[in-house]
């Protein structure tokens, strides 16, 4: 809950405010309780006398409102729905998914015969090149549609 003057209320907030009695009995009991509202710094910034019968006078004249706390948390829109439908029926017929074959290919130096361990290469199939790594094993991983006619692989820096 928290104390707004009754010049800077929203439509929302007027909506949401405790009547003037109830907003009086909370204010009143939260000072005796020592407890902090929100906005008592602002109304008590106003008055020329600080003490709690002020502010409680400025709370039952009306001059300062009491909100709920269910005001600041929005006025959200429920979704509608017909969204739902159209996700039930893509997953009643979902659209075909292009399949891609995994390729594997292990990468070694041409003298030693060593694993090239994580090393950068670039990988082209069927004209569409990528830069990539291989794997600790020198094991390149590369997924590519089954009807793929063309590979080939450049390793970068050795």
Do not use: C
């Amino acid at each position: 809950m928290r104390l707004v003057n009754e010049m800077h209320l929203s439509a929302w907030e007027r909506q949401h405010a405790y009547s003037s009695e109830q907003a009086l009995d909370h204010v009143r009991q939260a000072l005796l309780d020592r407890q902090p509202v929100e906005g008592l710094d602002e109304l008590r910034a106003d008055l020329l006398i600080d003490i709690d019968s002020e502010v409680l006078e400025q709370v039952e004249r009306g001059e300062w409102w009491l909100i709920r706390a269910e005001a600041d948390f929005g006025d959200w829109p429920i979704p509608v729905r017909i969204f739902d439908q159209k996700i039930i029926e893509l997953m009643k017929n979902p659209p075909v998914q292009a399949s891609r074959s995994p390729r594997i290919f292990r990468l070694v130096d041409s003298v030693t015969a060593e694993p090239l361990a994580q090393q950068h290469y670039i990988a082209t199939v069927d004209g569409q090149a990528a830069q990539r790594k291989t794997d600790g094993e020198g094991i390149a991983h590369l997924f590519a549609p089954a009807e793929v006619r063309q590979i080939s692989m450049e390793v970068i820096g050795v």
